[in-house]
C-alpha cells in the first residue's frame, strides 16, 4: 500500500532561514507525490508534484521538492522562510485505485520574526 | 481556484439527526471526492465517485454514503451523525486530462456534531 510518513509534526524556523520539511514514502509502484499546504482556516493548495520526469520538482512560492528513491523520500525546502509561509504542510502519495490520495499526518510550519 | 464549491459552510447539528453536505464543481471533472480532517490524521478518504452514479468506498466511509446523479454535484449524507463525526470535510475534484491524481480542493465544511 501506497503511504507518506512525514518526520515532524512541528518545525519552527526563522524569517530568511532555510526550511526544510521531511517526509518518507513507502509505495510498491513508482509513486506519484505531492506537497499540499494549508493556511489557518482556509482550504488545500497543491505547491508541487512529482510524477518521474525530474527528480527535482519546483513549485509555488519558492519551494521545492527532490525525490531519492534510494532514501524513499520527498522532503520539501525552501532557501529563505517568509512569514506568510506559516501554515499546515502536508505530504502526499496517490494510492492509485480511484486515484486517491493518502495524506501524510502534516508538519505544521512556523515563521518567527 | 478550482471552481468548487461547498455547501454548507459550518453546520451545527444534534446527534441522531440526518446531514447533508454538499459539492459543486463547475469543472467538468470526472472524478470527485470527500475527505475528512481531523487534528493529528491529516486527511483521510471518505469515499469517491469516478463518474455519475459511480462511486466507491475510502479509508473511513462507516457512517457516511453518497449520492452523484449530476457530474457537477457530489453529496455527502450522514444518516444519523454522531459526535466522532465532528470533523472538517473537504471536497476534491479531478481529471483524467489534467492528471487524474491532481487534485483540487474546495473550501471545506465545518461540522459540529452536539
Known amino acids: 500500500a501506497q503511504s507518506v510518513t512525514q518526520l515532524d509534526s512541528h518545525v519552527s524556523v526563522s524569517e530568511g532561514t532555510p526550511v526544510l520539511l521531511r517526509c518518507n514514502y513507502s509505495?510498491?509502484?513508482?509513486?506519484?507525490l505531492f506537497w499540499y499546504v494549508q493556511h489557518p482556516n482556509k482550504g488545500l493548495q497543491l505547491l508541487l508534484k512529482?510524477?518521474?520526469?525530474?527528480?527535482l520538482v519546483k513549485g509555488i512560492n519558492g519551494f521545492e521538492a527532490e525525490f531519492k528513491k534510494s532514501e524513499t523520500s520527498f522532503h520539501l525546502t525552501k532557501p529563505s522562510a517568509h512569514m506568510s509561509d506559516a501554515a499546515e504542510y502536508f505530504c502526499?502519495?496517490?494510492?492509485?485505485?480511484?486515484?486517491?490520495?493518502?495524506f501524510g499526518k502534516g508538519t505544521s510550519l512556523l515563521v518567527t520574526p | 481556484d478550482a471552481g468548487i464549491t461547498q455547501s454548507p459552510r459550518h453546520k451545527v447539528t444534534e446527534t441522531g439527526t440526518p446531514v447533508t453536505l454538499r459539492c459543486h464543481q463547475t469543472?467538468?471533472?470526472?472524478?470527485m471526492y470527500w475527505y475528512r480532517q481531523d487534528p493529528g490524521h491529516g486527511l483521510r478518504l471518505i469515499h469517491y465517485?469516478?463518474?455519475?452514479?459511480?462511486?466507491d468506498k475510502g479509508e473511513v466511509s462507516d457512517g457516511y454514503s453518497v449520492s452523484r446523479s449530476k457530474t457537477e454535484d457530489f453529496l455527502l449524507t450522514l444518516e444519523s451523525a454522531t459526535s466522532s463525526q465532528t470533523s472538517v470535510y473537504f471536497c476534491?475534484?479531478?481529471?483524467?486530462?489534467?492528471?487524474?491524481?491532481?487534485?483540487?480542493f474546495g473550501p471545506g465544511t465545518r461540522l459540529t456534531v452536539l
Open positions: 476534491a475534484i479531478s481529471d483524467p486530462g489534467m492528471g487524474p491524481d491532481t487534485q483540487y
Open positions: 509505495s510498491s509502484y513508482s509513486p506519484s
Open positions: 512529482y510524477t518521474s520526469a525530474a527528480t
Open positions: 502526499v502519495v496517490s494510492v492509485y485505485s480511484g486515484y486517491a490520495l493518502n
Open positions: 469543472e467538468n471533472h470526472r472524478y
Open positions: 465517485s469516478y463518474g455519475v452514479k459511480d462511486t
